[in-house]
Each structure stands twice: as C-alpha cells, then as structure tokens.
C-alpha cells in the first residue's frame, strides 16, 4: 500500500481517513502531548492561549486527525503580527505542522483548504509567512503550488524588511511573507 494522496485502499481513498475540525477545549492536553510526544515543543501556556483566543475570535486553531490520530494543526490568526498584514487587515496562517508519520498523505492541503475557505469566506484574503532555510522547502514548494505570491517586500527578519546588504542569521525568524486572493 503506498500512502500518497488519492491512493486507494480497498474501496477508500486515503484522503477519507483524514477529519479536520476546529479546536475544543477538551483538546487542549490532547495537544500539548501529542506535539511533545513529536518531539515539538508547545508550551501548556500556549495552548491555553490557543484556546482562549479561539474563544474570542481572534484566531481559529483547525486540527487534522488521520484515523483518530492528530495528525497536525494550523491557526488563522485575525490579526497578524507580520505590520503590513495587520495594516490591511489581512489573516494570517500560523504554526501549520503536519507530524512526520503523517507526511505525504494530503494532510496538509486538507488543512489548508479548510483555512483558507474561511479566510476568504471573510477576509476576501489571507497571507502566510515562510521560512527561508531548507527545513521549509517542502512548505515553500506547497505554498507556490496554492497559487500564493509574495507581498513584494522580500524576506523579513524579526518581521522587519531585511535591506539589501544587510547580514541576518537563516533562522526561522528569517521569513518570506506571501498572499492568496480570492
């Protein structure tokens, strides 16, 4: 069995075991263990910050459960941190992990098309930030694939434009900003 989305089994197809819904309280030590147990560090505090955000509208945290397995996670968050975004008013896609052993099955897409539906569905827009070190290559190629552009202002470091002939360290603070329409 080969595990490539749309690859069937049987009479399923792989993308039929995978559930994205949005956060519930109930989740949140669910959460916090299963990212320890893979190795991702995410504070309890954190999670609860998640959680109460969630509750004021000011992000949308969506899970991706692989039969009944978290799989990953992303946020929308309804105001970014990234200035030009906040300025526009554009939501931003934030901390989006598919857990290794769920890599390569769709996760990833279905999540993103659940988030930006309601991105789009309300802002008319939504942007994401990626990272420019090679850890990010598969998100870089998935976000190009999405039909995502970038603002125009080149990569960011810290969120501030990096000015030509400045030297910053390829961190994950080292970031490409990117936008998606309707």
Known sequence: MKTNQGQEVGDLQMEDFIHIRQMTLDDIEMIHQVFN?????????????????????AR???????KDQ?????????????????????PEVNDFNVFD?????????????????????????????????IYYG????????????PD?????YHNEVVMPFTNVCADNDLVLYMTKER
Not at 138 to 149: I, V
Not at 152 to 156: C, D, I, L, P
């Open 37 to 57: 147990d893979h190795d991702i560090e995410r504070d309890i505090d954190y999670i609860l910050k998640c959680w109460d955000e969630n509750e004021s509208g």
């Open 60 to 66: 949308i945290t969506l899970l991706a459960f692989y």
């Open 70 to 90: 978290l799989a990953g996670s992303l946020h929308l968050l309804s105001t970014s941190f990234y200035p030009p975004f906040a300025q526009q008013g554009i």
């Open 101 to 133: 052993p769920f890599k390569r099955l769709g996760i990833g897409n279905r999540l993103m098309d659940a988030i930006e539906t309601i991105a789009i569905e309300k802002y008319g827009k939504v942007g994401i930030g990626v990272g420019m070190h």
């Open 138 to 149: 598969p998100a870089q190629r998935l976000y190009a694939k999405r039909g995502y552009l």
């Open 152 to 156: 125009g202002r080149g990569v960011t």
